[in-house]
């Protein structure tokens, strides 16, 4: 049997997020273990959301679904998650560090590190992925391609374990001058924690150096037939030199009538 992890950086709580993680249907011969490595209480995330008002656009219509209303800890742990609460350091890869440190890797044969902010439009998100005919060519996949094309930033990439081994049993995240202990509130202000966008530079050296090979979900920045990426939170809130490109996959996944 083996192991698909599952590690979630828990911060915005989201419902749908949790439920359709823990709903999707487990590839044969594998089994699911789901953690949530909060850095604050949902508690917290439903105050903050309390008074959000969503617009009748597109965008605005993802975030109703998204945010039908912010899960409880006692229900993510129903659902079959993991939870535990950890100091709120860095962010992206800085969750999934605290997790290694903890479990280590043994035992995990594929690992997904992911933010609590995506859309899960498909329930065959983990089945696709290992029964594809090019699981074996890849070292990571990643939802999208990243922007600038290429740039990985922690919101939702497959990694084989060769991959954590490779890069010294952790993410490199010396480039980074943002710690957040202590602090449970954000405004979500899209430069807030620009630092944390950092974490590019240490993989994509990483990449290079070790010749990993890197697929992706998609050709679209933050949309796949699978995943629709939250900014800050938000699906509505996206970085302006971004949205054209966006927009692109949420076209497609609308013609289709995948939303």
Same mark, same amino acid.
Request: proline share 3%.
């Given at each position: 049997m083996k192991t698909?992890?599952?590690?979630?950086?828990? #911060?915005?709580? /989201?419902? @749908?997020? &949790? @439920?359709?993680?823990? $709903? @999707?249907?487990?590839?044969? *011969?594998? @089994?699911?273990?789901? !953690?949530?490595?909060?850095? $604050?209480?949902?508690?917290?995330? =439903?105050e903050e959301k309390k008074n959000d008002v969503f617009d009748s656009s597109q965008r605005g219509e993802l975030d109703k679904k998204l945010y039908s209303r912010v899960i409880s800890k006692e229900d993510i742990i129903m659902l079959g998650w993991n939870y535990k609460e950890y100091p709120n350091t860095v962010g992206d890869w800085g969750n999934a560090n605290q997790w290694i440190e903890e479990h280590g890797m043994e035992g995990t044969d594929l690992l997904l590190?992911?933010?609590d902010d995506n859309l899960?439009?498909?329930? =065959?998100?983990?089945?696709d992925t290992v029964e594809d005919l090019t699981f074996e060519e #890849?070292?990571?996949?990643?939802?999208?391609?990243?922007? /600038? &094309?290429?740039?990985? $930033? *922690?919101?939702?990439?497959?990694f084989k374990p060769r991959v954590i081994e490779k890069i010294g049993g952790k993410f490199d995240l010396s480039t980074?001058?943002?710690? =957040?202990?202590?602090?449970?509130?954000?405004?979500?202000?899209?430069?807030?924690? !620009?630092? #944390?966008?950092?974490?590019i530079a240490p993989m994509s050296k990483a990449i290079e150096e070790h010749e990993f090979k890197v697929a992706s979900l998609s050709p679209c920045y933050r949309v796949s037939a699978y995943v629709i990426e939250g900014e800050r939170g938000y699906i509505s809130k996206?970085? *302006?030199?971004?949205?054209?490109?966006?927009?692109?996959?949420?076209?497609?996944?609308?013609?289709?009538k995948v939303i």
């Amino acid at each position: 049997m083996k192991t698909l992890t599952v590690i979630a950086s828990g #911060w915005h709580f /989201p419902t @749908q997020f &949790y @439920q359709a993680m823990a $709903r @999707q249907k487990t590839p044969k *011969g594998w @089994q699911i273990k789901l !953690y949530c490595v909060a850095h $604050r209480d949902p508690e917290h995330a =439903r105050e903050e959301k309390k008074n959000d008002v969503f617009d009748s656009s597109q965008r605005g219509e993802l975030d109703k679904k998204l945010y039908s209303r912010v899960i409880s800890k006692e229900d993510i742990i129903m659902l079959g998650w993991n939870y535990k609460e950890y100091p709120n350091t860095v962010g992206d890869w800085g969750n999934a560090n605290q997790w290694i440190e903890e479990h280590g890797m043994e035992g995990t044969d594929l690992l997904l590190v992911t933010h609590d902010d995506n859309l899960i439009i498909h329930d =065959r998100l983990f089945t696709d992925t290992v029964e594809d005919l090019t699981f074996e060519e #890849w070292d990571i996949l990643t939802n999208s391609p990243g922007q /600038p &094309y290429g740039s990985l $930033r *922690g919101s939702f990439e497959f990694f084989k374990p060769r991959v954590i081994e490779k890069i010294g049993g952790k993410f490199d995240l010396s480039t980074l001058t943002l710690d =957040r202990t202590g602090h449970t509130t954000a405004t979500n202000e899209l430069g807030e924690l !620009y630092d #944390w966008n950092n974490i590019i530079a240490p993989m994509s050296k990483a990449i290079e150096e070790h010749e990993f090979k890197v697929a992706s979900l998609s050709p679209c920045y933050r949309v796949s037939a699978y995943v629709i990426e939250g900014e800050r939170g938000y699906i509505s809130k996206t970085h *302006g030199g971004n949205t054209e490109i966006e927009e692109a996959g949420l076209k497609y996944l609308s013609d289709n009538k995948v939303i």
